[in-house]
Nanobody, 128 residues
Framework: VQVTESGGDSVQAGESLKLSCQVS???????????TAWFRQGPIRERELVAT???????DYKDSVKGRFTISQDNANNILFLEMNNLKPEDSSTYYC????????????????????WGQGTQVTVSS
């Protein structure tokens, strides 16, 4: 399984970005039934969940991004998206895409331990 993020950039506060994550090596059915998520990690912060789609049924967001970020996925092409609006300097971080099997993620979807496959990350920098 390969996970590849793109879309990171340097922007001003209040602007928007859309991150994409291409997942290859699994079928569309497996992708849809998996947990798919965006995490972020700064230089002095632990990796934290930003948003997740749990087995294609439910969506969970970090409180500080609710109303600003939207997670979605294209099951036909195995792509996960994160649309980020009204970006703030505190959103600056490296954003990682992650995929987890239901057997592992259903009880741990808010934790990085629930995910087996990770991308290399894409950098988002927001200036005030």
């Amino acid at each position: 399984v390969q996970v590849t993020e793109s879309g990171g950039d340097s922007v001003q506060a209040g602007e928007s970005l859309k991150l994409s994550c291409q997942v290859s090596g699994i079928s569309g059915t497996t992708f849809r039934r998996s947990c798919t998520a965006w995490f972020r990690q700064g230089p002095i912060r632990e990796r934290e969940l930003v948003a997740t789609i749990v087995t294609g049924d439910s969506i969970d967001y970090k409180d500080s991004v609710k109303g600003r970020f939207t997670i979605s996925q294209d099951n036909a092409n195995n792509i996960l998206f994160l649309e980020m609006n009204n970006l703030k300097p505190e959103d600056s971080s490296t954003y990682y895409c992650a995929v987890g099997a239901p057997s592992r993620c259903l009880e741990r979807f808010r934790s990085s331990t629930g995910y087996s496959y990770w991308g290399q990350g894409t950098q988002v920098t927001v200036s005030s």
